[in-house]
């Protein structure tokens, strides 16, 4: 199967589409409430009986903007991913090395401490894009100027390290207030309930900033692959690369961490699978890890959708997913001696 | 298109490896740098291909400094091969050798017809056809530097700089890779190589730049002219013996 696809990357990407769709129509089907999949498409279709009614409000203005949210979430998260295992050069890399979602985290973590959260709704992704974007500058000014890529991977370390040590001892203090560490707990696990459009709005121009940056950056990330000399023989400047890479997983890290909060291994593992399924070259494997992020979170969101009695986090799901994927990734590589 | 360095000059802890340091790389010749571990041979590889600049002296291609080139120019005039390239994820061969031609591409171009035909010819020329879609982890260490050639064969390059590209190599593989590099050489490339078997430098290589003198001193010319048992004593530390055209070697005392 994986040589067909590798052959037919095309149609395989068509034929990802095309389930994906099916599936985002089944998606908005699913949950509370009975609504048949006629009465879905009379909403998106737009001709409705009664504009006002239950079923319209619940389909498009609780389902769908979800979903979309959902789709868009995941594909940043698969983006960024590929970006930094590419960067790297190594597949246990995460966007989470790099401490941007962790510094997200710490921003909102004071705000809800401080109580100015609910404020207004863009409060809290204004803060976690406050900090992810607080995360770069350090990264910059300690690493991406000058230094390679352990440095970068070893000063990410170390900022996420302090970032998550810093959540802790914020929740610590601030322990006896329930309401407060409930809050800060429910976001930090990740969260895709009560969204609606204005947080696609939110979020669609640094998302798409982020996917187009990552097109622009494919060729400097193949050439890579040779190794950081060889790129520079080459005339593809690895710094720019790192530092730009480093960039456009920010915009796509901050911007869903913003709407969602931290949700894990995502970005570890589509980038894994995907490489899996269409091979290691940037061009294919970065618009396809894209749709693998897509419907992967999509299909998390129903799953936590679906368990109605009580309520399943993203983050959680994805890690019970992604965890135990993993692991086999790492055996495997034991196995065949390579880790 | 001419290819020369002029003056250079390389000190680690305050030891001069070597100082003006000045050859002029003939067209169509295969030159070869030798000396012992720590003489500075891959600095002076990453100085003529012009990816590190040197702290004094210049490298100039056409009579132009080559740090007056931008990256993608440089890089369609040399193609350099470090000592160790670790690919992590496995690419074809074909991919591998169209990687070559990153500095021939627009941003937002993708592969094209002529591109994957060059690379092909490429292959052929390092006697690889057949191998496009073969996975570059599976491939013998001899395969795999060939691959390496054809990739920089790709760039269409003048100079090919070759860091030890067979110092892991069998002695059979070794010598078709010269040959190979001759027959390079013949057809138009000029190949400065950092090589560590002396008995085929002596036999392949067209020049020779010596390192590891005393005081950073260095030796360029013909290759007759400095493998003289004389200087490879004094570089190496042992005794060097001449044999109808062989080399031999013994341990200095």
């Known amino acids: ?147 390679g ?23 610590s203090l601030q322990i006896k207030d329930y309401e407060v560490t409930i809050k800060v707990m429910q976001w930090l696990m990740g969260n895709l309930e009560m969204k609606s459009w204005i947080h696609l709005k939110w979020i669609i121009i640094p998302v798409s900033l982020g996917i187009t940056g990552a097109f622009f950056l494919r060729r400097n990330l193949d050439v890579l692959h040779l190794g950081e000399e060889t790129a520079a023989s080459l005339g593809i400047s690895f710094r720019y690369t790192y530092f730009l890479g480093v960039f456009f997983s920010a915009l796509l890290i901050g911007a869903s961490t913003a709407v969602s909060g931290i949700i894990g291994f995502v970005g570890l593992v589509v980038p894994h699978l995907a490489r899996l399924l269409i091979g290691a070259k940037h061009t294919k494997l970065i618009p396809f890890s894209i749709v693998l992020g897509a419907f992967f979170l999509l299909a998390v969101d129903v799953i936590s959708r679906v368990t109605l009695k009580f309520y399943l986090p993203p983050g959680a799901v994805t890690s019970l ?15 065949n001696h390579k880790v | 298109m001419k290819f020369s360095c002029v003056n250079l000059e390389h000190t680690v802890f305050n030891r001069t490896l070597f100082q003006k340091l000045s050859a002029v790389f003939p067209e169509n010749s295969l030159t070869g740098i030798i000396g012992p571990n720590g003489s500075g041979k891959t600095t002076l590889l990453k100085y003529l291909a012009g990816i590190t600049k040197p702290i ?42 169209l990687l070559g031609r990153a500095a021939h591409q627009k941003y937002f171009s993708l592969w094209s017809d002529v591109d994957k035909k060059i690379a092909r010819e490429c292959l052929k020329a390092v006697q690889l056809d057949g191998f496009e879609n073969r996975e570059i982890k599976s491939l013998s260490g001899g395969e795999f530097q060939r691959v390496m050639l054809a990739r920089m064969l790709a760039g269409q390059t003048e100079n090919l700089l070759l860091d030890e590209a067979i110092t892991a190599l069998d002695i059979k593989h070794s010598l078709a890779f010269l040959e190979l590099c001759k027959k390079l050489c013949e057809n138009g490339k000029r190949i400065v190589l950092v090589i560590h078997q002396l008995e085929l430098a002596y036999r392949y290589c067209d020049n020779i730049l010596l390192l590891g003198l005393k005081n950073g001193k260095s030796l360029f010319g013909e290759t007759k002219k400095i493998m003289t048992k004389k200087n490879l004593t004094l570089a190496f530390e042992v005794m060097t013996k001449h044999e109808k055209d062989i080399l031999s070697f013994y341990s200095a005392k």
């Open chain 1, 149 to 171: 890529i352990f440095s970068l991977l070893l000063s990410g370390i170390a900022v996420s390290t302090i970032f998550s040590a810093v959540i802790t001892l914020l929740l």
């Open chain 1, 321 to 335: 997913i992604g965890a135990p994927v993993f692991l086999w990734l790492v055996q495997k590589n034991y196995r």
């Open chain 1, 1 to 147: 199967m994986i040589s067909f696809i590798h052959k037919n990357y095309f149609l395989t990407i068509s034929i990802f589409f095309l389930f994906g769709f099916l599936f985002l129509l089944l998606s908005l089907t699913l949950g509370p409430g009975e609504i048949t999949l006629n009465q879905v498409l009379g909403v998106l279709a737009g001709y409705d009986s009664a504009n006002n009614s239950l079923v319209h409000s619940l389909v498009w203005e609780i389902r769908l903007p979800r979903a979309l949210l959902a789709m868009l979430i995941g594909a940043s998260l698969g983006c960024a991913g590929t970006i930094t295992q590419g960067i790297f050069q190594n597949p246990l890399a995460s966007p989470n090395v790099l401490g941007l979602s962790y510094g997200a985290a710490v921003f909102v973590v004071l705000g809800i401490i401080l109580g100015i959260d609910e404020m207004a709704l863009y409060i809290t992704p204004f803060l976690a894009a406050l900090g992810a974007i607080f995360t770069f500058v350090l990264l910059y000014l300690f690493t991406l100027r000058s230094a």
């Open chain 2, 56 to 97: 004094k002296g210049n490298v100039y291609i056409n009579n132009k400094d080559i740090h007056t080139f931008n990256n993608r120019e440089r890089a369609k005039k040399n193609s350099y091969l470090p000592q160790n390239t670790f690919i992590s994820y496995d690419l074809s061969v074909l991919e591998i050798v």
